[in-house]
């Protein structure tokens, strides 16, 4: 019965896509539910990608309100640090693989598209906002999914959202929260917070009966990989990263100080001194929260040692 | 843990077998048979068996002797006694070297190749090496890495052997200090949490008093 | 059970599983970089 979700029902998912129930709610989809073979593939191929930013299709199904993801696969598109965008080789490479599936007998189509946000957390950019808004017009049903692979490893467990955008110009009903996030510099003119215009979807995973077989086998495996693996080794260059951010980030808020110090003299602008506050508001924030996981990864660290390393024979 | 899973059938055929043999000759043949199996690293179970001691005091006394030694000696202790052993084949041969090399890996990580050369009765590296890749890692007794730098061979994980009685008390010392050792890292975890927890009521409370001077100095400045 | 003894015996060989000198180098050296990088954010919070 676990496997019946593998079972694809081609005469439903025409009549689902003929109703389009999504087209009177904005807020239609609610649910996700992504295969851990599709999971484990975004994951491995966003961790690959080391600090660049990678992107990829996932193919799947509708169920009611809820988006199931069956499969994944990479785009064989250029990142960086970032921004990641399909070009025109990604299109042709997209139209090429839908039709070679079919022919293969595959018949998930695509539900939508991943990208990478290495080490600045899991939400849409202004550029994911356009570029999600563009998919849902023309290719609905169609999911945004992102994931960030550094803080995956430092969370111990999978850094992953899954959103939709609203139409152009609605107003959703309740103000979501944003979630503050901490925005590398060299991301910051195209992030602006978004949240206005897009929500978040319950994310839940599933295997099949054979993953469930194989993920047993690799369960010692697994289980001495958590144990023997620190973010404090994995994440150095991240952190690194993070930190030469802050340092920039402070550079700035020094030379805005000056300027303002100088400026102050001419018009005093309270205004100015909130904003600069809550810049170094945001910086103290940030370097807080580098800290904090640093101090986690030693905190982990410490107890094993104590556990494993202190008793003698 | 996959060799036990392995040996665990084995194991259970032999005990069933030196349950039920009558003759003394037949339980002879037996022990010769375990002794020899390639896949069996575990001899206290078919030690155990009560039919077995029927061979004490018989011309075949000394093939109980010997199964003791499959099940806690090594290659030194048959040297030392082979005048009162029976004769090993060449399976009996190689499965008392496995066994050795897995009670050296019971006492160190580090087995430098001196030593086990001379447990082993090897002459050179080559055949040391070729023994513990093909009868030693390919059986799934030990997992480690050969140094031939430092000419030694790190153990990462052996299989366990059979455990002498006295044994026994070291073990469950062994396992008290690790029960103590995490049960005063979790009392500690908790200290600590309830320490945060203390620390953070504090710093509220004292960012609230901040920000009522700060009012309070604002409405006396008005 | 002889087969539990055997496998409680072969896992307590691993403890202590980290104990050659490198380890407790390399483990200092990610101690004191934490530590410093606390320190540093603290000034960076004055």
Partial sequence: SSDGIYYYDEAAQTKFQHEKPWAHDPNYFRRVRISALALLKMVVHARSGGTIEVMGLMQGKTDGDTIVVMDAFALPVEGTETRVNAQADAYEYMVDYSQANKQAGRLENVVGWYHSHPGYGCWLSGIDVSTQMLNQKYQEPFLAVVIDPTRTVSAGKVEIGAFRTYPEGYKPPDEPVSEYQTIPLNKIEDFGVHCKQYYSLDITYFKSSLDSHLLDLLWNKYWVNTLSSSPLLGNRDYVAGQISDLAEKLEQAENQMAHTRFGSFLAPSSRKKEQEESQLAKITRDSAKITVEQVHGLMSQVIKDFLFNSVRQ | ?222 | DHSLLRQVSSLLRRLPAMESEKFQDDFLMEYNDTLLMTYLAMFTNC
């Fill in chain 2, 1 to 222: 843990m996959d060799i036990e899973r392995k040996q665990a059938e084995i194991v259970d055929h032999f005990v069933k077998q030196a349950a039920v043999l009558d003759a003394e000759a037949s339980l002879a043949n037996l022990i010769a048979e375990a002794t020899s199996h390639p896949s069996l690293f575990a001899f206290s179970e078919i030690l155990s068996v009560p039919n077995l001691t029927k061979l004490e005091g018989t011309q075949f006394a000394s093939h109980l002797e010997l199964l003791r030694l499959f099940a806690y000696g090594a290659c030194s202790d048959y040297k030392s006694n082979s005048d009162r052993l029976p004769a090993l084949s060449a399976d009996q041969v190689r499965k008392l070297k496995q066994l050795t090399v897995l009670m050296l890996a019971e006492g160190n990580k580090v087995l430098p190749y001196d030593q086990l050369m001379q447990e082993l009765d090897v002459s050179n590296v080559r055949e040391l090496e070729d023994f513990l890749i093909n009868d030693c890692m390919y059986a799934g007794i030990v997992r480690g890495k050969l140094d031939q730098l430092r000419r030694c061979f790190e153990v990462q994980f052996a299989a366990g052997r059979d455990l002498r009685p006295e044994q026994l008390n070291n073990m469950i010392q062994t396992l008290e200090n690790w029960l103590g050792t995490s049960d005063n890292l979790l009392h500690t975890i908790q200290d600590k949490i309830k320490w945060a927890d203390a620390m953070s009521e504090e710093n509220k409370k004292h960012r609230k008093e901040i920000e009522e001077k700060v009012e309070d100095a604002k409405q006396s400045f008005k």
